[in-house]
């Protein structure tokens, strides 16, 4: 079954503090994986997509990473306008005509100052 | 210009009602979907369609039921209602293509 897990469910670092958020997931035929940001009271925001293993996007403070198995998004020096919760999700092999992504449940990160 | 707006943001009323979601997107693009999110923040697709094809996840009951007047517009009709449809309901739309999905700002659904 395809399925997405995101790890760890929440994380508290300090201004400064640099570290990672992962996802992992497990679906045949990867085509795509995307990472979202969410505000408390908001939709998810894009913020990236990955095609393909060893592929590299940055944006800010914030850099994503793709492997086989798993992605990272890194945080380098985070501020507090980075706390939200993140989302990761992955786009499989056509299975229908609208290409339905499979969601991970996030981890929300608090960076505190 | 919000790209996904949807009306309203708050929602509240008693169980068996029914009531309806508005979205519309500005984006000109060509799917839109609904997305319940509960208590935990877990995004569960509900359906996705285009002007050609209506996909609904097997999981939903049939007391939703989504109604696309034209291709900016995808509503949200729910019969019926019940104290497990508590949630917040989010509204996008993509171009299949890239997939990459813009979202609403939600609407807080509270059945009591």
């Known amino acids: 079954e395809d399925q997405v897990t995101q790890s760890p469910e929440a994380l508290r670092l300090q201004e400064g503090e640099s570290s990672s958020l992962n996802c992992s997931y497990t679906?045949?035929?990867?085509?795509?994986l995307f990472w979202y940001r969410q505000d408390p009271g908001k939709g998810p925001e894009f913020l990236f997509t990955?095609?393909?293993?060893?592929e590299e996007k940055e944006k800010e403070r914030l850099k994503a990473t793709l492997t086989k198995k798993e992605s990272f998004l890194h945080i380098t020096a985070p501020k507090p306008e980075d706390s939200a919760t993140y989302l990761c999700?992955?786009?499989?092999?056509?299975?229908?005509?609208?290409?339905?992504?499979?969601w991970g449940a996030g981890t929300k990160l608090i960076i505190k100052p | 210009d919000t790209a996904v707006s949807q009306t309203p943001k708050y929602l509240v009323t008693q169980m068996g009602n029914d009531k309806s979601i508005k979205c519309e997107q500005n984006?000109?693009?060509?799917?839109m979907y609904w997305y319940k999110q509960d208590s935990k923040k877990f995004l569960k697709i509900m359906f996705s369609?285009?002007?050609?094809?209506?996909?609904i996840n097997e999981t939903v009951p049939n007391r939703f039921s989504p109604k696309s007047p034209d291709k900016a517009h995808l509503n949200l009709h729910i019969n019926s209602l019940e104290l497990g449809d508590s949630a917040v309901y989010f509204c996008?739309?993509?171009?299949?293509?890239?997939?990459?999905?813009?979202f609403g700002a939600g609407t807080r659904l509270s059945v009591l």
């Open positions: 996008a739309s993509s171009q299949v293509a890239k997939n990459i999905q813009y």
């Open positions: 984006l000109g693009h060509d799917t």
């Open positions: 369609y285009n002007n050609k094809e209506l996909i």
């Open positions: 679906v045949s035929g990867l085509r795509g």
């Open positions: 990955l095609y393909s293993a060893g």
């Open positions: 999700a992955v786009q499989g092999p056509k299975m229908d005509s609208n290409y339905q992504l499979i």
